[in-house]
């Protein structure tokens, strides 16, 4: 049993003006397992297996602002599945949501994993928050899992190891691809394109053969997927990390 950090947005606006937030399948997915996709999106065959984290770990949540980090409302009119609307609906995850920590109120040591809600709004609070900064690096560099999915990776492009360098210097990691921000007609509502960044900071990207489809990348102790489709997999890669 470990105990394990998700962090969500708090932006809820665009650069823009759009309406956004976390996005609901990545933080369902890997919190209860099984993972869909809805029907707008291009057909892809998946393989569905539990991640089933929660039943496993102690997940607390926490947010630049603390309780209540708005939801991108898309995210909820675009899933349906069992796990998204569950997630919506349960009174325990209700309860999280509303108590958040501000992530000034983190005690990093408590903690085994930290994991990163993907949506735009990362890319617009979390990327260059201190706080975040300064949290996400201590997780790093007590060697502890540093995940994040989809726009999450946005949250740790700050993130320094002990010598300083960043955390995705060398290292094999992914997100959501620059194809399919262009596909979702969103680059205008971000200050940068994460995949972009990755590659800036001097990270060995990855993505999978085909836009949209599952790609989780495990590189130590950093765990990133590339979209919705991926967050089952994240969940999956943070449950054996921290069971091997």
């Given at each position: 049993m470990g105990r394990i950090l998700f962090v969500?947005?708090?932006?809820?606006?665009?650069?823009?003006?759009?309406?956004?937030?976390?996005?609901l399948p990545e933080a369902a997915h890997p919190y209860y397992g099984e993972s869909h996709r809805p029907d707008s999106l291009p057909p892809?065959?998946?393989?569905?297996?539990?991640?089933v984290l929660a039943p496993h770990h102690t997940i607390d949540f926490a947010s630049p602002k603390g309780p209540n980090p708005p939801v991108d409302e898309d995210s909820v009119r675009m899933f349906k599945d069992d796990e998204s609307v569950r997630f919506l609906q349960d009174e325990t995850v209700k309860k999280q949501l509303a108590s958040a920590k501000k992530l000034s109120e983190v005690n990093s040591a408590e903690y085994d994993a930290v994991f990163y809600v993907g949506g735009h709004g990362p890319?617009?609070?979390?990327?260059t928050d201190p706080v975040n900064i300064k949290l996400a690096s201590e997780f790093w560099r007590a060697g502890k899992v540093t995940s994040a999915v989809c726009?999450?990776?946005?949250?740790?492009?700050?993130?320094?190891?002990r010598q300083g360098a960043p955390i995705f210097s060398g290292r094999k990691a992914t997100c959501f691809s620059?194809?399919?921000?262009v596909q979702v007609n969103k680059v205008k509502d971000i200050p940068f394109l994460v995949e972009d960044r990755i590659k800036q900071l001097g990270g060995a990207y990855e993505k999978a053969a085909e836009p949209w489809g599952v790609h989780v990348v495990v590189d130590g102790k950093?765990?990133?997927g590339q979209n919705p489709a991926s967050a089952k997999g994240v969940g999956e890669a943070i449950q054996k990390a921290l069971t091997a």
């Open positions: 969500f947005t708090s932006a809820n606006k665009t650069l823009t003006g759009a309406q956004t937030g976390w996005y892809i065959e998946l393989k569905y297996v539990l991640a890319v617009l609070d979390l990327a726009h999450g990776p946005a949250a740790l492009v700050g993130v320094t190891d620059d194809t399919e921000e950093l765990i990133t």
